[in-house]
């Protein structure tokens, strides 16, 4: 794991205390206390139903926690407006998925502008930012191409590039590597890592390898929708 002081991380982009997530009779997160600073990788491990996709949910804003306090950059989740919470994760949260879901029928280069279009951001200053993520990514000779021309691995480095095109302050990885080959796999994490330095983005990964921890400043592990002690 990547070695990183908390005051070289800066100030906190998630914030997580006593929070609480109900299905029916059944408690999925009870009393989660997290943290993740600025530029800060953590990766979420524990077996499956221990928790981690609905806290990574409750955090994207898709769903509303039944309690606690959820704070994403500055924005109080339980207590934001539809609107602002659309604001959020449009503007300051990307997204990247195991299963990539791409727009199939745009291009590599359109998909990373998508989000970009979104924004309302001039088409001078959009076009300027999704050359450099295609170059960042490396797929420069593949831009023109739709999805079910790609790899696997050239589909998440567009889903990587799409996720940094508004500059987000947090990427939520979800499986990144799950859906690809081992050396596939290890080369999508060398580039999360690098472009998540260079542009100073925090990660919060779901995960079950151990390999992909190694990009990570810390694990936390979850186990019955609670934190496990480390």
């Known amino acids: 794991m990547t070695d990183q002081t908390t005051s070289d991380r800066g100030a906190p982009v998630v914030q ?13 997160l009870q009393d989660v206390d997290l943290t993740v600073a600025s530029g800060e990788r953590v990766a979420l491990m524990g077996p499956s139903g221990s928790g981690k996709s609905t806290l990574l949910n409750l955090v994207g804003g898709i769903d509303r926690s039944d309690g606690g306090e959820l704070i994403v950059d500055g924005v109080n989740l339980h207590s934001a407006t539809p609107t602002a919470l659309a604001a959020l994760r449009r503007e300051r949260i ?17 998909n ?26 490396r797929l420069g000779e593949r831009a023109d191409a739709f999805p079910d ?13 799409r996720a940094l095109a508004t500059q987000p302050r947090l990427i939520l990885a979800d499986e990144p590597t799950g859906n690809l080959d081992s050396a596939t796999g290890e080369a999508i994490l060398d580039l999360l890592e690098r472009l998540a330095d260079r542009y100073h983005t925090a990660i919060l990964l779901v995960t079950h390898s151990d390999a992909a921890t ?17």
Request: charged share 25%; glycine share 6%.
């Open 214 to 230: 190694r990009i990570c400043h810390r694990v936390v592990r979850m186990i019955d929708g609670r934190i496990a002690a480390p």
């Open 16 to 28: 997580i205390r006593k929070l609480r997530k109900r299905y029916g009779d059944r408690a999925v």
């Open 149 to 161: 021309e790609l790899s696997g691995g050239e589909m998440q480095r567009v889903a990587i590039a």
């Open 112 to 137: 990373v502008a998508f989000p970009l279009q979104l924004l309302g951001l001039p088409s001078a200053e959009r076009k300027l930012r999704v050359d450099q993520l295609i170059a960042d990514v």
């Open 94 to 110: 990307g997204t990247v998925f195991q299963f990539f879901h791409l727009l199939p029928t745009l291009t590599a280069r359109e």
